[in-house]
């Protein structure tokens, strides 16, 4: 890729990763709110934000403030609404505002997305790690600058 294309992209990767900084704010949960975007062929075909399964309540916390086991992290929603479209995430880009867990990163693999680009480090570094040894392309872009 020359010069002039890397430029391209990386401006595309900062509004991607802004865009699903954005569409972080529709979760409910209190502790940390992650968005998604699953882009390809410079199109959005989904998108994901970590919550409550369709027709539970929008809490994600239990009373002690632990996030309860049945939340749904932001990519495993994006790669799920995908698997009920008539899209398919076969070599397309992640774009998600916290590195993947493990659990997600194995989504990520099956579904076929080729590279993830994420703006906040996780404090657990297997999902990245088990990510680059699937031969996916990982770029971290520091978390962007809302009012550039």
Not at 61 to 79: C, F, S
């Amino acid at each position: 890729m020359d010069e002039s294309a890397k430029a391209k992209q990386e401006a595309l990767d900062l509004r991607y990763i802004r865009m699903a900084s954005i569409w972080a704010e529709n979760s409910y949960c209190k502790r940390r709110q992650v968005g998604a975007l699953i882009v390809k062929d410079k199109m959005i075909i989904s998108d994901g934000y970590n919550g409550t399964p369709s027709g539970f309540e929008n809490v994600c916390e239990d009373e002690n403030n632990v996030t309860k086991p049945y939340v749904l992290h932001a990519e495993a929603n994006a790669i799920t609404k995908i698997a009920r479209s008539n899209n398919s995430s076969d070599g397309a880009t992640l774009y998600v505002t916290a590195s993947p867990c493990i659990e997600c990163a194995k989504l990520i693999i099956q579904a076929g997305i080729k590279r993830v680009v994420y703006s906040e480090q996780y404090r657990l570094e297997d999902g990245i790690e088990l990510l680059k040894r699937a031969g996916i392309e990982v770029i971290y872009l520091k978390k962007p600058d809302m009012n550039s």
